[in-house]
């Protein structure tokens, strides 16, 4: 009977008190992004080819979790499409973006490209172009993609320079 009463009196003490405590704000947020990238340039194994030479195209699609205003950790798929010859790639482009001020930001990913023996870094400058509304921007980003890979002849770099646009939200 005595903790039934000691009970009551908690729980009675916790309703009256308990809506008088301010809820901490989240500060994480969810967003997004999605897109196209397009490799200009890239030299790898002493060969430069070009946008021209063998045309790639990627979709980029994240997911965004902002910690704060200037700092966000985000998580991108990208599915790559290559003409010649033809074959889809997808690359798991994990990485970290600092809002530097005036729309813009700057960052780098890892790349792990599945089913290839290519793994490596991409750093990015980004900047948004125009609001499209509802919290959602259009935006550009310089790529830089840097990767170490094995064609099965030995191990070389390739270094590529590539613009994605896109819209995040």
Known sequence: MRARRLVIAIVAVVSFFGP???AAPAQDTLGGHIGFVLPLATRANGTTSTIS???VIGFPTGITVRRSQTFAFD?????VIQNDPLHVDLTLHPGAVWGLG???GAGARLAFDVNKA???????LNHGLLNVGRGATLFGELVLPIRFQD??????TSIGVGVHIGVGF
């Open 20 to 22: 008088l405590v301010a």
């Open 118 to 124: 290519s793994w490596g870094f991409t750093p990015i």
């Open 75 to 79: 998580l991108e798929l990208v599915p």
């Open 102 to 104: 005036n729309g813009w």
């Open 53 to 55: 030479d063998d045309f």
């Open 151 to 156: 064609d099965g002849n030995g191990t070389f």
